[in-house]
């Protein structure tokens, strides 16, 4: 399956629900102007979720044929029948000579009616043909056959599942038991709940690769449709367990059955029920009700967020956990995925920034703080990690300085460092404001400085120093390059290094 068609599939319900006037082809069309301003971390997901669908494609491609090849089959040529042996026709009756129907009247014999034709294998199918010609040849074995949907193996289908609507996937149950058994299997269900109504996990992914954790919130929350579930070993596949009914038999692993083994309890089917009617509440006070709520949950979230990078970890986890609550009654809410960006932003974690920028894009294109939100991000990523030529100040986490920027600072610290006694001190650090903004700050301003990233630190000749280490020296860098990257790239300058390069000039 190709990653756009992937695309399409995770965005395709969402856009239905946000514009619900517009037709399948106007919508068709929205999905393929949004592929195309994607974000390649986007891009990438989906690419690497096709490149391991083709891969599940050729493992099962291969196994059908290992399966199948060995058996002696009769293919469906559309050829003419063989001729007859010498002597016998083609029925394998004995040869007349002359005309069928010029019998002999004086024998009163009657002509003898043709067996009737086997059919046609091609108007029955292919596949189908191939399981019957060998029991066709065989004739004294007892004639099987099996239907299509019985040589369909489920990972097969669920891929080709995963496509069609809820209610064309519920209708398909009628068609057959097997069709019936197959669109009954837990694991399908619950990768619909994330195509149609958001991948959480995805989402509490990329939160912790911010550094903030809610798995644990998320996992034991009685508020939250549960959508994995847990088969114990000696629990029975049973037809009337229920996932709402018993919380405990609901995973929370999140991760998707891989291993061949499927459940057909039913529990899939109503957690995508459950979930499907929170989206979509069956009474308008419902909806006010959730709407009143959720504009509530908003607002608080915002209030949490107001102290920027001084609020604590656990802070930011609620005010996530929060946001997935939200989520879980509007799966298409743009100003989630902002809030999520605006958090991992705040935590100089850009990358999931990005992702949820573009996310949150997909769904609203014009909604206005995504879009500053995307400038400023951008603007820092471009500037931290470098476009053309340029070498990047922060490493891949934006902790930390690159190699590159942690080198020229170490020789920075020792031209400013002039008594040698590996401390700046309130002198030194003027001096090279001085050299960065062109004149000398005030004695307030230094002890400012030195307040906020160095203090009392310990000289080579054992006494201690109110000034910065290296380490403060680092630090302060790398607040200002998260804050404005081109004035870094400035500053380096005017120490004498290219400021795209690094190297000495």
Request: proline fraction near 5%.
């Amino acid at each position: 399956m190709k990653a756009k068609v992937l695309y399409n599939q995770r965005h395709r319900p969402k856009l239905r629900i946000s514009f619900p006037d517009k037709d399948s082809k106007e919508i068709t069309a929205m999905l393929a102007d949004q592929w195309t301003k994607a974000s390649d971390e986007e891009r990438d997901y989906f690419l690497a979720k096709e490149r391991a669908l083709m891969d599940q494609y050729n493992k099962d491609l291969a196994e059908y044929e290992a399966q199948s090849g060995g058996s002696e089959v009769l293919v469906c040529t559309g050829q003419p029948a063989p001729l007859a042996s010498e002597g016998h026709s083609s029925l394998g009756l004995p040869e007349t000579s002359g005309d069928v129907g010029n019998v002999d009247s004086s024998n009163d014999v009657k002509p003898k009616k043709k067996k009737k034709r086997r059919p046609n294998y091609d108007d029955v199918g292919l596949d189908l043909g191939l399981e019957l010609g060998e029991s066709f040849k065989k004739k004294k074995k007892k004639r099987r056959s099996k239907s299509k949907d019985e040589l369909l193996p489920q990972a097969t289908f669920n891929k080709i599942a995963l496509d069609l609507e809820a209610e064309d996937l519920a209708a398909l149950m009628l068609v057959s038991r097997r069709l019936n058994r197959l669109a009954s299997c837990d694991e399908l269900w619950i990768e619909k709940i994330s195509a149609d109504f958001g991948d959480r996990e995805h989402i509490i992914d990329m939160l912790a690769e911010a550094g903030v954790d809610i798995a644990e919130l998320a996992y034991q929350s009685t508020d939250l449709v549960p959508w994995r579930r847990q088969q114990l070993d000696d629990e029975p596949d049973s037809e009337d367990s229920d996932c709402n009914d018993d919380s405990s038999k609901c995973s929370n692993s999140g991760t998707p059955n891989t291993g061949g083994t499927y459940f057909y309890t039913g529990a899939g089917v109503r957690c995508y029920r459950d979930r499907f009617i929170r989206v979509f509440p069956r009474s308008g006070d419902d909806a006010v009700s959730t709407i009143k709520s959720a504009e509530a949950t908003l607002e608080a979230v915002k209030h949490m967020l107001r102290d920027g990078p001084r609020a604590s970890s656990d802070v930011f986890a609620e005010a996530a956990y929060r946001l997935v609550l939200v989520q879980e009654y509007y799966p298409n809410s743009a100003e989630c995925y902002y809030l999520w960006a605006l958090i991992c932003f705040v935590l100089n974690s850009f990358k999931p920034s990005l992702s949820f920028i573009g996310i949150g894009q997909s769904i609203n294109g014009e909604f206005a703080p995504l879009k500053e939100l995307a400038q400023e991000v951008q603007s820092i990523v471009a500037g931290a990690y470098g476009t053309g030529n340029q070498v990047p100040l922060l490493d891949s986490a934006g902790s930390g300085p690159s190699p590159h920027l942690a080198k020229v600072l170490a020789i920075v610290f020792q031209r400013l460092d002039s008594d040698h006694d590996g401390v700046l001190n309130a002198a030194e650090l003027s001096h090279m404001v001085r050299q960065t903004n062109g004149q000398a700050p005030p004695p307030a301003a230094i002890s400012q400085i030195i307040g906020s990233f160095g203090g009392q630190i310990r000289a080579k000749n054992g006494r201690m120093v109110q000034g910065w280490s290296l380490a403060s020296l680092t630090d302060f860098y790398i607040a200002q390059t998260l804050d404005d990257p081109s004035e870094t790239r400035k500053d380096l300058a005017k120490f004498g290094f290219d400021p795209s390069t690094l190297k000495y000039t």
